[in-house]
């Protein structure tokens, strides 16, 4: 049921109370001047959370980028969490998980004709990746939604099923990032990682209790899995066909997420497999020890045994030593992409490609000629032209 993975602990609300008197000063700063947020004269579209862990920021930006790609110049900006790297940096072919952090690793893996770049500074990130490239016609930012020095033109909020907002407490009891309220700044809210059997009565149920505002749009979706592809291609695995090939193997998780219960339980209602799980924490940097910990398990598993792990696990994975023969023979890949329910695929798809193509850098400079606007009005800091989704 939705929520089912919240867990409050009790004895550190007083904490939490003083953890929303910063959050609650700082948003107030924003939202009276005191403290300025930036807008740009490219489309920009942020893909975030309030909560701390995993709502499949990712697979919603893959999505993203696979609708606007064929038509666009897509961008995509990420703090490159746990990177080895500082300031800005652009990746290339040979870039490494290292430099730029697993998640943008994985999206220029598997999109190369996207720019992806990092930058903790997101409104200098903008300018840079603009003046690179001027004929980028959008910017999509991962995982964004606090970082309010930035005004995106649409901003996306994720909200696991399992750990719904409107559940859930402040840090450190809880794993809000920011007060319930925060979610009126979103355009778009949607609700991520549903069951594909989900109620009706359940979505009228979250409908009313999420009390979004009328210019608010509220999405369900559900994650879909690919065929299990090979970390290591080149030492020619047995291929699989399907997540059913699965069935009856003895399997390994091996994870380094923030929410490794979803998949988890995924794979048990998928196939049935003997499953034995190997979770460490997000992001994790994995050492020599977990390496000889990997191999070692693995071996002790009855045949036939396989290893499945996360496309964001497999690009720091990828790059390290150690590994068996058999562990790199045996270790694959499960892709995830998000689907929308409730048939409102169309309507998502069409509001998200009518603000860019209305909000286009071409568009704005058109106008901007026709209204005898001066030429730096563009600039940040001259109290740029906002690019509202609500205005749409």
């Not at 999509?140 to 649409?154: E, N, T």
């Not at 190997?278 to 940097?285: A, I, K, S």
């Amino acid at each position: 049921m939705e929520g089912d993975f919240i867990k409050i602990r009790e004895w550190l609300l007083p904490f939490s109370w003083l953890y929303g008197i910063g959050v609650n000063l700082r948003n107030f700063c924003y939202d009276v001047g005191l403290l300025k947020s930036h807008a740009f004269h490219v489309p920009v579209i942020s893909v975030g959370n309030i909560t701390v862990g995993g709502t499949g920021k990712t697979p919603h930006v893959e999505y993203l980028v696979r609708l606007l790609l064929p038509n666009n110049n897509v961008a995509v900006l990420s703090r490159g969490y746990k990177r080895k790297t500082h300031g800005f940096l652009l990746a290339d072919q040979s870039t490494t998980a290292n430099d730029i952090g697993d998640e943008p690793y994985q999206i220029k893996r598997k999109f190369p004709k996207v720019t992806v770049a990092v930058d903790k500074n997101r409104v200098r990130g903008i300018n840079t990746l603009t003046a690179h490239d001027s004929h980028i016609d959008v910017v999509l930012l991962d995982d964004a939604f606090q970082h309010r020095h930035v005004k995106p033109g649409i901003n996306i909020l994720l909200v696991d099923y399992h750990r719904l907002i409107i559940y859930d407490k402040l840090l450190p009891a809880g794993r809000l990032r920011e007060p319930l309220k925060g979610k009126n700044r979103a355009d778009i809210v949607i609700i991520t990682k549903c069951p594909k059997d989900l109620k009706p009565m359940a979505y009228r149920v979250i409908t009313k209790a999420m009390d979004l505002f009328p210019y608010q749009q509220l999405y369900f979706t559900t994650f879909d899995y690919d065929t299990p592809q090979p970390v290591f291609p080149e030492d020619h695995p047995e291929p699989l066909d399907s997540i059913q090939a699965l069935q009856h193997q003895h399997v390994m998780l091996l994870t380094g997420i923030a929410s490794p219960r979803h998949i988890k339980e995924d794979l048990k209602q998928a196939v049935d497999c003997h499953l034995t799980t190997l979770d460490y924490p997000d992001h994790h940097h994995f050492s020599p020890k977990d390496v000889t910990r990997i191999n070692s398990e693995f071996a002790a598993m009855p045949s036939p045994k396989v290893i499945i792990t996360t496309e964001k696990d497999a690009a720091r994975l990828s790059h390290i030593e150690g590994l068996s023969d058999e562990v790199r023979h045996h270790i694959y890949i499960l892709p995830v992409r998000v689907s929308f329910m409730l048939e409102q695929e169309d309507k998502f798809n069409e509001n998200i490609k009518g603000y860019v193509l209305k909000n286009s850098r071409n568009s704005i400079l058109a106008k901007g000629k026709d209204d005898h606007k001066s030429e730096d009005s563009h600039r940040t800091g001259n109290r740029p032209r906002t690019i509202s989704f609500r205005n749409n």
